[in-house]
């Protein structure tokens, strides 16, 4: 009798099937429990020790031991034509069958049920190559030690290690902002950035904080109209903190009526200060308001006062659903880490977030402005302001760095155009500034003043489209053109200096303009672009057709001036 | 909400002793750094520091705002600012122009004790700036057609703030009321009051009296050989003459009259915000870790007291602070939040509960080490670009703290204990009743509740000054 055919005889084999079969499953069952209930990281591990070590004690005992009508008898006990081990046989094989039958049916359900989903295993961050760094660069210097991939949910993580100080920044970019909101929940995408700090199914409300300070971190966050972008800053001690902390808000976030009245209230504060009481934001609010007549854009970022007051826990977590998902986010790391271990902790913290369904695109584009638009505010105002807005394209737009330029030799610094023409020649206004809108969809190129208290706003805005008709009839200097790369180039090593810098730099680059590595193509994208690039930049955009010129003064101001 | 409610604690848990006693393991230690006194006083620092191609540059010149004449409150903001518009052979504009063309940035600004000029330049065009840091202190221009213009300009501004950002002023209401007359309580950019009695010739006197190579300290760090930096700074500077007059010793703050309440009317504003405090410590005190560790738990941080209970439990506002100012001599502890009109005293109220709760209850062992993690935990972040740096060195000269008052907080921080923050408290922070309140919002609608707080004193916005002339006070009224 071979040892082989009397393992068979004891049903060892089928022991060790039945115990390989069952452990598989159990294991499948562990990891489930632990990512949706929040088990402790290790729940794994112990469960695939104790098997390991169960495995030869089951072993042992199939061997030793055998089952009969009076029970467990040792096997050299037992009198082999009494014995019935080919009935215990069989219902091994049931057991075998039935556990495969439980596998197939979990694995089934896996598919079925979103919530349950595995994401396949995301690919490991490569060492990136010569040929991969040259081909994603195109030509610019993207620092080797960039590693970036994507979760099996679609997550998009990029790792910038970096180890001056013992510090690691952390930025989330969620695709959801003002863009993504109509009428009746303005704001919400706003009010979301602050209930994304007000408690989980497992973190009580101020807990997120309190953990995270506590262990030597800090954070903030901000909305746009086109994203949400979640920002911490903390000791490398606190890295596996820090992405315990932000899975869990991504992925179980709480909605307590009692903290959606209490956020309410602050937002409602925050929304006094920056709008209600600043006139600048007053103004600002009812450009953009002129602006658009069609496109999201129009709203408010904070929201009107009566959204702020009325929207409802179920528009909260409808919206928490639709843009809140691992496939809708980007997160950047920059620090002192290493690629490796930011991608083992996105795996085991974010990978089990289940993807959605994408949203819908925005699909309103705004008509074509066919005439100038003018709107007046009249209020308690010591300095009058002038702003003026006209429309300009998204980030992607081929105009938009030719723009960006263009704004710098008009309003950057105090030898900038109009500083020196309206602030220090005509003495109309005390500041001058510019801003572009580069987002998702096309935005506005936007000036703003303050104007000098007895100055006539009607002057002030002659004087700025006489400037602006100069830059489309007579275009930049060469030396101007030059000092305006210059800043964009200092700028550029400036904003790289820190490693928040970094992580927001790559993040906006990632996001808003299709990758990463153009932010490292910014330098030689600048030094290429010509004067002529610039003047027709300018004449696209400065057209009085274009225009919403808004106007903040005191209400005594009209006595004296002529309705035209 | 029942099986949940057994979870929180656990991740909780889980998630702190992840890290448990590491958060604390980091300090700071600076990097080396060469220093040299020059024959004419000046103080030269220079680290290298080779990680992006820019230079930092920071020249710090002891005076500041203290050294405002009486009535004068903004010489010498106005001189700083001046020192910017026109310098050597160039004027304003051009002085602008070359700094501009090369992406550099200056800014010349006064602060209380110090006029501050921090320059950034691309490494390569370390000689140029090297030569418009010179001619602004060697030879400004100080032009009075560009004197005229900024002051007009600086009046404006403060204007422009009333309308738009009158919270950005409540430190200037504040430091005036709590200092009164001392120069702690001078308005740095000047009133419009004192502007329009500022002329050309006290910002040349303040030239001639505060600006010389006695009083100069200049740090530099970035991508530039220490040596060869040395010996250009030293070139630059080191000829720099005494300036005219000597530096006195200030005279320590009196002790402020407690029970006092400045109103300031802002009419229709839609909410009131307000200032609570007193007397705090010169920045030398010797129980700043302790200090450090108490106000970061008080009004410091996101979940500090003060925070958590006006914003994050009542949603009363958008942020309640507590802030320390930490000069030469004596400085100011104060609350600082905002409020919706109608929840002004509510607001007001729950501050002065959370200050009583932090001088009764104290800290717990828990609270100590949350804070101390978080202060350190950031710590290293403020010795970043070679910018920080340059500046951390130079304050570190302007105050003589020495390099350990960087090195050793680490070790410091983990010596403070839960008695020695409730000693600190007990010694820094004012009770109830030595309080001294500034606070501005709709006068018509909060005037009658703010009586509560104590004597009431009034101003308005439109009033072209920023401190009550205490001799004659424009209106006083008893309580109740």
Redesign the interface.
């Given at each position: 009798m071979s040892l082989y055919s009397e393992l068979r005889r004891r049903n060892v084999l089928k022991v060790a099937s039945l115990y390989i079969v069952a452990s598989l499953l159990l294991v499948w069952l562990t990891w489930v429990a632990r990512t949706q209930?929040?088990l402790?990281?290790w729940a794994e591990e112990f469960v695939v020790v104790l098997l390991l070590v169960g495995f030869p004690v089951a072993i042992m005992f199939a061997w030793v031991y055998e089952i009969t009508p009076s029970g467990l008898k040792k096997a050299v006990d037992v009198d082999q034509t009494q014995s019935i081990v080919f009935k215990t046989g069989q219902k091994l094989n049931a057991a075998l069958i039935v556990t495969v039958g439980l596998g197939v049916v979990a694995m089934v359900a896996d598919r079925l049920l979103p919530d349950l989903a595995v994401p396949p295993p995301p690919e490991p961050p490569a060492e990136p190559t010569v040929a991969d760094v040259a081909d994603a660069a195109l030509g610019g210097d993207v620092p080797a030690e960039i590693v970036s991939f994507t979760l099996g949910n679609g997550l998009r993580v990029i790792v910038w290690p970096d180890e001056?100080?013992?510090?690691v920044a952390m930025y989330n970019f969620v695709r959801a902002g003002g863009r993504n909101e109509y009428p009746g929940i303005t704001g919400l995408s706003h009010f979301f950035e602050h209930m994304m700090f007000n408690g989980t199914?497992?973190?009580?409300?101020?807990?997120f904080?309190?953990?995270m300070?506590?262990?030597?971190?800090?954070?903030n966050a901000y909305t746009s109209k086109d994203v949400t972008v979640y920002q911490d800053?903390?000791?490398r001690?606190?890295l596996?903190?820090i992405f315990?902390?932000e899975s869990?808000r991504f992925a179980n976030l709480a909605f307590v009526d009692e903290v959606v009245?209490?956020?309410?209230?602050?937002v409602?504060?925050?929304r006094?200060?920056v709008v209600?009481?600043?006139?600048?934001?007053r103004l600002f609010e009812q450009m953009f308001a002129t602006a658009f007549v069609a496109h999201p854009y129009q709203f408010p970022v904070i929201g009107w006062p009566s959204d702020i007051a009325s929207w409802t826990k179920n528009d909260l977590e409808a919206f928490y659903r639709r843009y809140y998902a691992p496939n809708n986010c980007t997160l950047v790391v920059v620090g002192d880490v290493s690629a490796a271990e930011v991608f083992q902790l996105t795996s085991s913290y974010f990978g089990p977030i289940p993807p959605q369904t994408p949203p819908e695109p925005v699909r309103t584009v705004e008509p074509e402005q066919e005439g100038e638009r003018r709107l007046v505010i009249e209020t308690?105002?010591?300095?009058p302001l002038l702003h003026v807005a006209f429309h300009g394209g998204s980030a992607t737009d081929p105009d938009t760095l030719a723009m960006e330029l263009l704004l710098n030799v008009l309003t950057?610094?105090?030898?900038?155009r109009l500083h020196?023409r309206l602030?220090?020649r005509d003495?109309l206004a005390?500041?001058v500034g510019s801003y572009q809108q580069a987002g998702f969809d096309p935005g506005l190129i936007y000036f703003y003043l303050?104007l000098?208290?007895d100055a006539d706003p009607a002057a002030a805005e002659a004087a700025l489209f006489e400037e602006l008709a100069a830059a489309i009839d007579e275009g930049v200097g060469d030396?101007e053109l030059?000092?305006a790369k210059?800043?964009?180039?200092?700028?550029h090593?400036?904003s790289?200096?820190?490693?928040?810098g970094k992580a927001e730099a790559l993040g906006e680059y990632e996001v808003f303009a299709g990758g990463y590595e153009a932010l490292f193509e910014r330098p030689g994208s600048v030094e290429a672009l010509t004067a002529d690039a610039l003047r027709e930049a300018a004449a696209r955009v400065f057209e009085r057709r274009n225009a919403t010129i808004g106007v903040l003064r005191s209400a005594e101001s009209t006595d004296d001036e002529d309705p035209s | 909400m029942r099986w949940?409610s057994l979870?929180?604690g656990?991740?909780?848990a889980?998630?702190?002793l992840?890290?448990l006693g590491?958060?604390g393991?980091?300090g700071v230690t600076l990097p080396d750094v060469s220093r040299e006194v020059l024959d004419n006083g000046a103080v030269l620092i220079v680290n290298e520091k080779r990680?992006?191609?820019?230079v930092g540059i920071e020249l710090v010149l002891r005076g500041g705002g203290v050294r405002d004449l009486q009535g004068k409150s903004g010489t010498a903001s106005l001189y700083a600012g001046l020192l910017?518009r026109g310098a050597g052979s160039r004027s304003?504009?051009e002085f602008?122009?070359a700094?501009?063309?090369?992406?550099?940035?200056i800014s010349a600004t006064a602060e209380l004790e110090r006029i501050r000029i921090s320059a950034?330049?691309?490494a390569r065009d370390f000689e140029l700036m090297l030569s418009l840091l010179r001619d602004m202190l060697y030879a400004p221009t100080l032009a009075e057609a560009e004197f005229d213009?900024l002051r007009?300009?600086q009046i404006?501004?403060i204007?422009?703030a009333?309308?738009?950002?009158?919270?950005a002023l409540m430190p200037t209401y504040a430091a005036g009321f709590l200092f009164a007359d001392h120069p702690y309580g001078n308005p740095l950019a000047g009133s419009e009051s004192s502007l329009a009695s500022i002329t050309h010739t006290d910002v040349l006197d303040y030239h001639a009296n505060e600006v010389g190579g006695d009083r100069l300290i200049i740090s530099l760090s970035g991508d530039i050989d220490t040596a060869h930096a040395m010996v250009r700074l030293a070139d630059v500077f080191g000829a720099l003459p005494a300036a005219g007059q000597s530096l006195q010793p200030l005279a320590e703050p009196l002790t402020a009259i407690d029970g006092r309440v400045l109103l300031i009317d802002k009419?229709?504003?839609?909410?009131t915000y307000f200032w609570i405090g007193n007397l705090g410590v010169a920045v030398d005190y010797p129980e700043r870790p302790a200090l450090d560790i108490a106000n970061t738990l008080f009004g410091g941080?996101?979940?500090s007291m003060l925070n958590?209970a006006l914003?994050?439990?009542?949603?009363?506002?958008?942020g309640a602070r507590s802030v320390l100012i930490r000069p030469s001599k004596q400085g100011s502890l104060g609350i600082s939040s905002?409020?919706?009109t109608d929840a002004s005293v509510e607001a007001i109220d729950m501050a002065l509960d959370v200050l009583g709760a932090l001088r009764n209850e104290g800290v717990d062992e828990?609270m100590l080490?949350?804070a101390r993690?978080?202060v350190?935990?950031?710590y290293?972040?403020r010795?970043?670009?070679?910018?920080q740096l340059a500046r951390q060195f130079a304050m570190l000269e302007f105050y003589a703290l020495g390099t350990a008052h960087v090195d050793d907080y680490a070790d410091a921080l983990r010596a403070v204990t839960v008695e020695s923050v409730a000693a600190t408290v007990d010694a820094v922070y004012p009770a109830r009743d030595e309080l001294v309140f500034v606070i501005l919002g709709d006068a018509e609608v909060i005037r009658d509740d703010m009586r509560r707080y104590g004597t009431l004193y009034e101003l308005s916005v439109a009033d072209p000054i920023f401190r009550l002339p205490f001799e004659e006070p424009l209106s006083e009224e008893p309580t109740e």
């Open positions: 209930l929040g402790p990281h001056d100080i013992p510090n199914s497992r973190l009580e409300p101020g807990e904080d309190r953990i300070e506590a262990n030597g971190g800090s954070n800053w903390f000791p001690s606190a596996e903190v315990g902390l869990d009245e209490s956020e309410r209230g602050v409602q504060s925050e006094r200060t209600d009481n600043d006139n600048f934001g308690d105002a010591q300095t950057e610094g105090d030898s900038s020196q602030v220090e003495a005390i500041s303050t000098a208290p030396a030059r000092k210059n800043i964009l180039l200092a700028d090593w400036r790289l200096a820190t490693i928040d | 949940q979870l929180p656990a991740l909780a889980t998630l702190s992840l890290s590491e958060a393991a980091q990680e992006v191609p820019l910017e304003a504009a602008a122009e700094i501009e063309s090369v992406g550099g940035r950034e330049f691309l213009t007009q300009r404006n501004f204007l422009a009333k309308d738009s950002d009158p919270g009419p229709g504003a839609t909410q941080r996101f979940t958590t914003r994050v439990e009542s949603g009363l506002t958008y905002f409020t919706r828990d080490r949350s993690n978080y350190l935990g950031l290293p972040m010795f970043e670009t070679a910018r």
